[in-house]
């Protein structure tokens, strides 16, 4: 059980357009979900926490018109990355969870933007 | 602020050979400390866990002791396989949130 699906795995965009991730959680209902980025050789950074139903809480030096987070069912996030430049690609991975604690959440298998 | 460091990759190992990957943390309070793996295509997978000092965590013959005195939760393994190649994840969760390290690239030659 606990099982996260992360869409696409990899996607190349041209700069200027939008590109959405979805993370869905296939075997039970994620009332938080977080977002991750890995920029090469660096730690995953914390984006963006998601509750169902609220609006996302970001993280400082995160821009929220930039990164648009959806959380709009207990399955089901998504993250747009609005204008995408050149300087976004990166590896984006979300994690899903019951509020159980920290060890409760499941990963995503993450996402390999590229923006030419 | 809280922060993770672990040791750099990446490790190469023969089959057989004892494995140490080191991690230390900067943290207020008294955080829960992890070792996640990420096998090639695949997404991150929770290894082990402590949630207290002295606290041993162990899976799939890892090892990891919360050493407050130090803050150091050092991942161990006696006889690596080939299989255990991935890349490994030191991280901390402090009030609902998880900070991880950049991550250890581990090869184990056969």
Not at chain 1, 15 to 40: H, N
Not at chain 1, 87 to 101: H, L, N, P, V
Not at chain 2, 47 to 67: C, I, M, P, V
């Amino acid at each position: 059980g606990a099982v996260v699906s992360q869409h696409p795995s990899r996607v190349i965009c041209k700069s200027g357009t939008s590109v959405k991730i979805e993370c869905r959680s296939l075997d039970f209902q994620a009332t938080t979900m977080f977002w991750y980025r890995q920029f090469p050789k660096q730690s995953l950074m914390l984006m963006a926490t998601s509750n169902e139903g609220s609006k996302a809480t970001y993280e400082q030096g995160v821009e929220k018109d930039k990164f648009l987070i959806n959380h709009a069912s207990l399955t089901l996030s998504t993250l747009t990355v609005a204008s995408a430049h050149p300087e976004d690609s990166s590896f984006y991975i979300c994690s899903a969870g019951r509020g159980q604690g920290m060890s409760g959440y499941t990963f995503g298998s993450g996402t390999r933007l590229t923006v030419v | 602020g809280n922060s993770v460091t672990q040791m750099e990759g990446p490790v190469t190992l023969s089959e057989e050979a004892f494995l140490t990957i080191n991690c230390t943390y900067t943290a207020t309070g008294y955080p829960s400390l992890f070792w996640y793996v990420q096998y090639p295509g695949e997404g991150l997978q929770l290894l082990l866990k402590a949630t207290k000092a002295d606290d041993k965590g162990s899976n799939k013959g890892f090892e990891a002791t919360y050493r407050k005195e130090t803050t150091s939760f050092h991942l161990e393994k006696g006889s690596v396989q080939v299989s255990d190649s991935a890349v490994y994840f030191c991280a901390l969760s402090r009030d609902d949130k998880i900070i991880f390290g950049k991550g250890t690239r581990l090869h184990i030659l056969p």
